[in-house]
């Protein structure tokens, strides 16, 4: 135990340190992939420990990102104070959107969330105060090394905050409503206060990464705000690292990115089709994730995928 610690801590200091040592295309690389882990993370919050497979919350990305610009370019209101209403915003709107929503269970709540991109994007193309359908620049910031500690940062409380919710009664609750949530209602859980709430955290880092990419490129509109594919991509990440534990999330996250930016700089019709290619592969061999796929190739070798084809009827 105490060395995974000191692994991680270490780990966690070379992360902390890049900006000091890397080059300017290796800062950015590793913004994009800090914050695409906290999205995952996120995500992990309501689709991994819930079992709601959640296509909105790219919602919650665009809202922050709109919040955090309209308060920093309307208003002139500094970046921390944007950050938090943006955040807010968020969080606001996850638990409007959710009382009725999280009601729904398996393919007809990932429709209902799935249409929640288009439309809010409607509605913020509509808006004066959000610039229509120009959108908005922000205030100009050169700082990539502010961006990407920051970036870690909110990481990093995002792992704490998934691993609370692992060692905890409220997480146990949210792994009993994923197992079987008429059983969890049975055993006195409040499954739609439970859900709302692990919605709410979701949105919540969702919402600080889209405030904190809008200052960091300074300008968005509503395709790139409320972009679905931004969705997938998280959700894709999440599932193939490990959904429902702590690190997979951002194991997940780092090894696509790593393989998806070198595919990208070389055949980029290649990358466009490689994240479709993962979660078929992750879905029928490897369900739970690189996480479980460790332990379980440790216990049972090539076995572990032939089981896993036929617990999943495939």
């Not at 992360?15 to 800062?27: E, F």
């Not at 870690?152 to 409503?177: C, E, H, N, Q, Y």
Request: hydrophobic letters at 55%; glycine letters at 12%.
């Amino acid at each position: 135990m105490i060395v995974r610690v000191v692994l991680l801590l270490l780990f966690l200091a070379v992360l902390a340190a890049m900006p000091w040592i890397g080059s300017d295309t290796v800062i950015q690389f590793g913004i994009n992939t800090l914050l695409l882990a906290t999205l995952a993370q996120g995500w992990n919050m309501i689709g991994g420990f819930t079992g709601y497979p959640s296509f909105g919350n790219s919602v919650f990305y665009g809202l922050g990102t709109y919040g955090t610009a309209i308060a920093m370019s309307k208003y002139g209101l500094p970046f921390p104070v944007g950050l938090a209403c943006g955040a807010g915003l968020g969080v606001v709107c996850a638990v409007v959107v959710g009382l009725p929503i999280l009601r729904l269970r398996g393919p007809y709540f990932a429709i209902a969330t799935l249409g929640l991109s288009a439309v809010m994007a409607a509605i913020v193309s509509n808006l004066n105060i959000a610039g229509n359908n120009i959108g908005l620049i922000l205030p100009m910031f050169r700082g990539d090394a502010l961006f990407y500690e920051l970036a870690l940062g909110v990481l990093v409380l995002a792992t704490l905050t998934v691993f609370w919710l692992s060692k905890s009664r409220f997480g146990a609750g949210l792994v009993a409503i994923r197992e079987n949530e008429d059983a969890a209602a049975v055993m006195g859980i409040n499954a739609t206060l439970y859900k709302v709430c692990a919605l709410a955290m979701s949105a919540f880092f969702s919402a600080l990464v889209g405030g904190i990419h809008a200052y960091w490129i300074t300008f968005i509109d509503p395709s790139s705000a409320f972009d679905a594919s931004l969705n997938v991509k998280m959700v894709i990440m999440a599932v193939f690292g490990g959904p429902g534990t702590v690190f997979g999330p951002i194991v997940g996250t780092f090894i696509l990115s790593a393989i998806s930016e070198v595919l990208a700089s070389s055949v980029s019709t290649v990358a466009s089709l490689f994240f479709g290619i993962v979660i078929v592969l992750a879905v029928v061999f490897m369900p739970k994730g690189l996480v479980d796929l460790v332990g379980g190739f440790r216990r049972s070798g090539a076995r572990y995928f032939i089981e896993n084809m036929r617990r999943y009827r495939i």
